[in-house]
């Protein structure tokens, strides 16, 4: 009997007449720089704001190109980028994989070790990086000093790289067109490690022919929907799951691209996007969090700001709410580095046009899933679980531009891979009759008391509705009768006062007893991973004994 996911491979069919002609990067850069030679890349640079057109840039990606050949680069080795969201790194973004090497955007925020480990991991050759970081590489270096590795620092640095090049003396002279090889489109044309929630930072090797194929599906007008017209300011780092794709689909489509730099800040955010009248951003929660803030305080909008795209952690009700009223339209979406990243987007569907209070729900759900993804849910003993919007199961995902192992990583691979390349996302959901996805939980991070399920994000999102919190983390605690119960960590905002008393009393009428957590506890601010997701083992770890110690 045919099943939803049969794997048989059909004999005896004829070829067809269409080109084989690969898929890659090359093909986004040549019609990018054809079709749309005068929108702009606008990046911050120093102090500076630099503009080029996309025919300027596509010189520059073939000076480079140059360059990498005369440093000795060849096809299939790692080149490193350390680097913030600017205009030099998107030119290696196209650069490096045009020749047939592989770009590795390295974390800049992960710690010195885990640097010095992916380096080493990835074997790469040369790392790239932005002057303003050159005291983290440097750290990371002093950890493996004997690699041979090259070094080349972009922008002024204000103490150099012993011995390292310089970007632009680099580029100077370099004849200012290339000739492309063409290049296997299952060959790797990016590298990224995952960022590490748990255990060592696992690799993900993109291919040409994935990174293209996750660039037309983010462009779909009902997933991202970027369009010629956006000018698109990737607040979501290009060290982090290639900024979701937004440098193939934002070039793409011709959209102009705008960089920010290291100003993440809500100030330097809002700055941009006034500046260079941006209409489509995206990035993770905290940072729209911040911008929120700022703009409910200085009672200012951002009138050309049509479209957020936020994910990579849980987007709370609050915040979309909050957004919609100061006229942002925000869009809620869900990935993993395992899947280039996109997964889910939430977009209306029409079957919802006459139930505005399903559409009210619905919305603030991860998504419905991107027509490259195939998907299943499970139960702990591997059954699928009905897409009921009840019935709660283990996310399994494969796809044209999900991994079916990780670089040079048994283990890790067994661990999450079957051997038919569904991949475990450790993420527990539900899937409504429309298809709107929704997270309960990692699996790793449900809380177990007394026998029932509590979902840690479920109370967050709760939490993040009390006017005073401006951040809440829950977690699992070890509980002598309980086995475990849920504790938060809150962060007031500033100028707020409130204090656990008046948190759990607040909680009453919205969660149930069993679901409250035991404690409330006020901190500076919430440890995060390298890309700001709540890092809640550090949390679990530093209050495990909060109901041993009490007894
Ligand atoms: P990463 O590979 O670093 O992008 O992390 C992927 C994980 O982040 C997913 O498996 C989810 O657990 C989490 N995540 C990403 N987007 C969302 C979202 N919109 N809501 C909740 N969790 C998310």
Known sequence: MATLFSSEVLGGTLPSTMSDQPLGIRAIFEHAVRAHPRKEIVSRDGAAVVRFTYAAFGRRVAQLAHALRALGVRPGDRVASFAWNGHRHLELYYAVPMIGAVLHTVNIRLFP???????????????????????AVKAAHALAPESGRMFV?????????DGALDYETLLAGEPETYDWPEIDERAAALLCYTSATTGDPKGVLFSHRSTYIHALAICLPDAMGIRERDRLLPIVPMFHVNAWGAPF????????????????????????????QV?????????WMAVRDVLKAQGKKLPALRKLIIGGSALPPALLDDLEALGIEAVHAWGMTEMSPIGTVNTYLSELDDKPELQKRERYKQGVFSPIVQWRLIDELGNDVPADGVSRGELLVRGFAVAKQYYDNADATELAFEPDGWFHTGDVCTVDEYGYMEIVDRVKDFIKSGGEWISSVEVENT???????????????????????????VVLRETHDADEAAILAWLTDK???????????????????GVGKFLKRELRERYKTLFTDAG
């Open 279 to 287: 209409t489509f951003s995206a990035g993770v929660p905290t940072v």
């Open 249 to 276: 689909g934002g070039l793409l489509t011709g959209a102009d691209f705008i960089l920010p730099m290291e100003r993440l800040d809500p100030a330097g955010v809002i700055e941009l996007c006034e500046q260079e």
């Open 113 to 135: 070790d885990q640097v010095a480990y992916i380096l080493d991991h990835a074997g790469d050759r040369i790392v790239f990086y932005d002057a303003s970081l050159t005291k």
């Open 463 to 489: 939490l993040m509705g009390h006017p005073s919190l401006k951040e809440a983390c829950v977690f699992g605690v070890p509980h002598p009768k309980w086995q475990e119960r849920p504790v938060a960590a």
């Open 511 to 529: 969660l149930a007893k069993w679901q409250t957590p035991d404690r409330i506890i006020f901190i500076e601010a919430i440890p995060r991973t």
């Open 153 to 161: 620092t972009m922008g002024a640095a204000v103490e150099p790289f």
